[in-house]
């Protein structure tokens, strides 16, 4: 075990990790010093022995060995400090390309700090860049003898503004939440698809609604099992095949009569699917598979195949090296570390020649991308056609599967030995392991966070808005590292500012909404600097309490306003199920309960009735209301908070109980593998609830002028 020193603190501080902390309880902890060398090393610092000292050097000087940072991102507005390092006796030429296509000549501040780096002196400078530099992505040259130095200048907004509408004082929207695979309607195949997507938001619409916020759409393994966590994807840049609608596709119009049977008969085969209690994805995605291969074989029309060709061009590489990920996961199985090992480096000059070799496949899975972006943007045109203002708000989830498309495409930019989880809390005294790797600060840095934006570009894309799962990770992240205990691991910082500001620079083109899922422990700061930066939180009625007073229940009025707030979210049951106590029992029959159970239940009872008694009190809720009348006047309670967005779960307008996801299992419950359901349990589909007055009141309840 290497000992802590000042100075293995020093070089941990430089890297941004944490050697201590405030746990929940608000006790004072010391961070492992197993975990600090282990941490280190996954960002490929080097302690073994006397290392410390060097690499402490090394990284202490490290600037002066560049002419220019990585990266600089500036919120507009703000006068950035760019530090260029030069031979003393140096006059560096420095232009600056904007966005667009201009020249600008910039200059250097004369003087400055010398230090002798390798025998030579070294002279550092400040550039004077324009503060009033338009958003996007510059690049700042410098030129000096015979060398030449690029970065990155990103200037971002220093706010996200609110869209025109919904930025009006008093003005507010409302929209369904939904776990779309869940959403099935006739047409479906097993699954919920894009098509689903569109006819619940055209209904929503009907009941004056402006969004409909859905699961992270992300990619899944396209072989074997398929993961059934939506937060658990092979990508986050790309998007699940199994939501494809394929009678959408428009060559499916143009097969001959004999193939458009073998369609129907694919899909008469998912369709049996419909009415089990339990999602089956891999035999749906199988027969869904099946047929758009058969699509994916016919002919395109010359304007078609153009547009196939501009979509490939357009989204470059990163789609070439999932497509190559998925052809060979198909041959060889989805655990890449298990590949031949020429086939794990996605640069690597076997993986190119199995590209050439199996062309025709990976264009089959850039094809389905394609489909799917061209169905994705139809129904961000449709729902916006139909009078919503936003339209579809994605998801974006925190990380993706260690074995999946992104950690072998993406290289070193996501750290390897380390998984992202959560310190223990009230509700995980053990801590939490999510499994996936971490992107690494200083390579997202180097890389000019181009990995970064083309994610969240791709999130935007076709949306009206982004939920980002676990905002806080654009702050901090818990890095476990491989085979520790989650309570062993500890904080690493990211740069708040690049990365908040890149997402809202996104965000601004497209012109979206940006909700941070700002639960769970975090720090003071953090939720006052994303409200400052236009970013909206999360609040969930049941815990909207005075934490800094009394603890008492919020009144609405006290209620941000910069959020989207919701009665219930995915971790816990749809209302109707949290309102009978049913979290409860499940916890308690998968042993996951550290107290007896008539403890817990006692303690649930007893906070649900404090709300149930508030909403009597305000006249929203009769005595002796059942079970449907206390969600629709939960979500009338909603109304009277200044909130400026409003989710209605599709779960709740079913009626449904069943919890959807049991954080802490895995195989024990069915997580996310729950079909929408009605009170009694039995599936329901799309068509038959959007007949229902149950659905209609809830509706009416955060929509009073619905039609």
């Given at each position: 075990?290497t000992?802590r020193?000042p100075?293995?603190?020093?070089l941990?501080s430089a890297?941004?990790?944490?050697t201590?902390?405030w746990?929940?309880?608000g006790?004072?902890?010391?961070?492992?010093e197993?975990?600090?060398?282990?941490v280190?090393e996954?960002?490929?610092?080097?302690v073994?022995?006397?290392?410390v000292?060097?690499?402490?050097?090394?990284?202490q000087?490290r600037e002066?060995?560049r002419?220019?940072?990585?990266?600089?991102?500036v919120a507009?507005?703000v006068?950035?400090?760019?530090?260029?390092?030069?031979?003393?006796q140096?006059?560096?030429e420095?232009t600056?390309?904007?966005e667009?296509g201009r020249?600008?000549?910039?200059r250097?501040?004369?003087g400055?700090?010398?230090?002798e780096?390798?025998?030579?002196?070294?002279?550092r400078?400040?550039?004077?860049v324009?503060?009033?530099?338009?958003?996007?992505?510059?690049?700042?040259?410098?030129?000096v003898g015979g060398?030449e130095?690029?970065?990155?200048?990103?200037?971002?907004?220093?706010?996200?503004?609110?869209?025109a509408?919904l930025?009006?004082?008093g003005?507010?929207?409302?929209?369904?939440?939904?776990?779309?695979?869940?959403?099935r309607?006739a047409?479906s195949?097993?699954?919920?698809?894009?098509a689903d997507?569109?006819?619940?938001g055209a209904w929503a619409?009907g009941?004056?609604?402006?969004?409909?916020l859905?699961n992270?759409?992300?990619?899944a393994?396209?072989?074997g099992?398929?993961?059934?966590?939506?937060?658990l994807p092979?990508?986050?840049r790309?998007?699940?095949p199994i939501?494809?609608?394929v009678e959408?596709?428009p060559?499916?119009?143009y097969?001959s009569?004999?193939?458009?049977q073998?369609v129907e008969?694919?899909?008469?085969?998912?369709?049996?699917?419909?009415?089990l209690?339990?999602?089956?994805?891999d035999p749906?995605?199988?027969a869904?598979?099946?047929?758009?291969?058969l699509?994916?074989r016919?002919?395109r029309s010359?304007?078609?195949s153009?547009?196939?060709?501009?979509?490939v061009?357009?989204e470059?590489?990163g789609?070439?090296d999932?497509a190559t990920w998925?052809?060979?996961?198909q041959?060889?199985?989805t655990?890449?570390?298990?590949?031949?090992q020429?086939?794990q480096?996605?640069?690597g000059?076997?993986?190119?020649?199995?590209?050439?070799e199996?062309a025709?496949?990976v264009e089959?899975?850039c094809w389905l991308?394609?489909v799917?972006d061209e169905?994705?943007?139809?129904?961000?045109r449709?729902l916006?056609d139909?009078?919503?203002?936003l339209g579809?708000i994605?998801?974006?989830?925190?990380?993706v599967?260690?074995?999946?498309?992104d950690?072998?495409g993406?290289?070193?930019a996501l750290?390897?030995?380390?998984t992202?989880?959560?310190p223990?809390?009230?509700?995980?005294q053990?801590?939490?392991?999510?499994?996936q790797?971490?992107?690494r600060?200083?390579?997202l840095?180097?890389?000019g966070?181009?990995?970064?934006r083309?994610?969240?570009r791709?999130?935007l894309?076709d949306?009206?808005?982004l939920?980002?799962?676990?905002?806080i990770?654009?702050?901090?992240l818990?890095w476990i590292?491989?085979?520790a205990?989650?309570?062993?691991?500890?904080?690493?910082?990211?740069?708040?500012?690049?990365?908040i500001?890149?997402?809202?620079?996104?965000a601004?083109?497209?012109g979206?909404?940006?909700?941070g899922?700002?639960?769970g422990?975090v720090?003071p700061?953090?939720?006052d600097y994303?409200?400052d930066?236009?970013v909206?939180g999360t609040?969930?009625?049941?815990?909207?309490?005075?934490?800094?007073?009394?603890?008492?229940l919020?009144?609405?009025e006290?209620y941000?306003e910069?959020?989207?707030?919701?009665v219930t979210?995915?971790d816990?049951?749809p209302t109707a199920?949290?309102l009978e106590g049913?979290?409860i029992?499940?916890?308690?029959r998968?042993g996951?309960?550290?107290?007896?159970?008539?403890?817990e239940?006692e303690e649930e009872a007893?906070?649900?009735?404090?709300?149930l008694?508030?909403?009597r009190?305000r006249?929203?809720?009769?005595?002796?209301a059942?079970v449907?009348?206390?969600?629709e006047?939960?979500?009338?309670f909603l109304a009277?908070?200044?909130a400026?967005?409003?989710?209605?779960?599709?779960?709740?307008?079913?009626?449904d109980?069943?919890?959807i996801n049991?954080p802490g299992t895995?195989?024990?419950?069915?997580?996310?593998?729950?079909?929408l359901?009605g009170p009694?349990?039995?599936p329901?589909?799309l068509?038959e609830?959007v007949?229902w007055?149950?659905?209609?009141?809830i509706a009416r309840a955060?929509a009073?002028?619905?039609r």
């Open positions: 075990m000992q020193t100075a293995l603190a020093q941990a890297y941004g990790i944490a201590e902390f746990d929940w309880q006790r004072h902890a010391q961070v492992p197993e975990t600090v060398v282990a280190l996954a960002l490929g610092v080097d073994e022995g006397d290392f000292d060097r690499e402490l050097a090394r990284v000087e002066w060995h002419l220019l940072p990585p990266v600089v991102v507009r507005g006068d950035p400090e760019v530090r260029v390092h030069h031979e003393a140096a006059s560096p420095v600056l390309r904007t667009d020249w600008l000549d910039l250097l501040q004369v400055g700090e010398e230090r780096i390798d025998g030579a002196p070294v002279r400078a400040l550039l004077e324009p503060a009033d530099l338009p958003l996007g992505w510059h690049e700042v040259v410098v030129r060398t130095a690029r970065m990155p200048l990103v200037v971002t907004p220093p706010r996200l503004e609110l869209p509408g930025g009006q004082e003005a507010r929207a409302w929209g369904l939440m939904t776990q779309l695979y869940a959403m309607s047409g195949w097993g699954i919920g698809d894009l997507l569109a006819d619940a619409a009941m004056g609604a402006d969004f409909v859905v992270p759409l992300h990619a393994e396209p072989v099992e398929m993961e059934p966590s939506p937060y092979t990508s986050r790309f998007v699940n939501y494809i609608r959408d596709v060559e499916v119009g097969l009569a004999a193939d458009r073998l008969w694919h899909a008469d085969d998912a369709q049996r699917y419909l009415s209690d339990v999602l089956e994805r749906v995605w199988a869904k598979e099946a047929a758009l291969r699509v994916f016919h002919p010359l304007r078609r153009r547009a196939f060709e501009a979509y061009e357009r470059g590489q789609l070439v999932f998925c052809a060979l996961a041959e060889h199985g655990f890449w570390r298990q590949w031949p020429e086939l480096d996605a640069r000059e076997a993986v190119e020649a199995y590209r050439q199996h025709t496949e089959f899975h991308q394609w799917l169905q994705l943007a139809r129904v961000q449709d916006l139909t009078g919503m203002s579809v994605s998801d974006l989830a925190v990380g599967h260690p074995d999946g498309a950690a072998w993406l290289g070193d750290a390897r030995g380390v992202v989880g959560a223990a809390d009230q509700y995980n053990l801590g939490q392991d999510w499994s790797p971490p992107w600060p200083d390579k840095a180097e890389l966070y181009a990995p970064y083309e994610m969240v791709a999130a894309r949306s009206g808005g939920r980002v799962d676990h905002v990770g654009l702050f901090r818990w590292p491989q085979g205990e989650p309570f062993q691991g500890t904080y690493v910082r990211y740069d708040h500012e690049a990365m500001g890149i997402l809202l620079l996104e601004h083109r497209a979206a909404v940006v909700v899922e700002d639960l422990t720090e700061w953090v939720r994303l409200r930066r236009g909206m609040s969930i009625l049941w815990f909207e309490r005075d934490w800094d007073g009394d603890g008492s919020l009144d609405p006290a941000r910069l959020c989207l707030a919701t979210t995915h816990l049951p199920g949290y049913v979290h029992d499940l916890r308690s998968l996951l309960l550290d107290r007896p159970l008539e403890v239940q007893r906070s649900r009735e404090e709300v008694t508030d909403l009190r006249g929203l809720l009769r005595e002796g059942d449907a009348e206390q969600v006047a939960l979500h009338a009277r908070t200044p400026k967005l409003l989710g209605v779960s599709i779960s709740d307008l079913a009626g109980k069943r919890v049991q895995d195989e024990e419950y069915p997580n996310w593998r729950v079909p359901a009694e349990g039995a329901v589909l068509d609830l007949t007055r149950s659905a209609r009141r955060v009073p002028d619905a």
